[in-house]
């Protein structure tokens, strides 16, 4: 795997997602693991900085996500159960995130190589890869599924959405104040949308985010491996809720 931009975490991954030709999620297809992934930090700096920070937003989920599956003993991705190695790298992505992330985008923005830079594309592109994979998936993810029935949200690329469906987890999860602000204050430094009229839906009616929702929590999501019963409503209230939050943090 030689990839050119670091916008996911699929190239260090078993995982392809399907999508129709509308941009909908559809399926999860496992292929072989990769045998080597080369990526030059030097392409990755000139390709758009949107791209990597959507990167970031993927990978802003991973530990959130590896963290819930590891309270509830979930399985992760090829449907063992994480080590503490997986949820140690997986908490070491979002630390680089945090500390790194922004001046990352700058970096970007410039075009230019630094460490900061090449730190984040190894959280976004192994770190976040081998987080969720051996780490396990849970809400994050099938709230950015569920937001791909938006067709207002369809231009948004994988990681934006996921960032929201982060957001979206912990309102969910009930996460302490701080944990939020945190992440809240990331997404601001580095670009990612925090509210549903940054993702492009201007007039959000109960019904398109009930058909998210309801997306979200078919069969088979990974948004079953929280700790209790998440129905739509859940989803929905705390879709809502988040993005109310994130309008009143801008
Ligand atoms: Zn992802």
Redesign the pocket.
Known sequence: MVPTIAA??APCSALSVIYTEEGMFESYQFPPSPNMVIVDTAIVAKAPTRLLVSGMG?AL?TWFEAEACSRTKSANMPGGVATEAALALARLCYDQLIEYGYEAKIACDADAVTPALERIVEANTLLSGIG?ESGGLAAA?SIHNGMTAIEEMHHMY??EK?SFGTLTQLVLQDSPREVLEEVLDFCVSVGLPITFAQLGLKEPSRDKIMAAATMATAPGETIHNLPWKVTAEDVADAMMAADALGREWL
Do not use: L
């Open positions: 996911t975490d993927d989920a969720f993810h994988h990681g996921v």
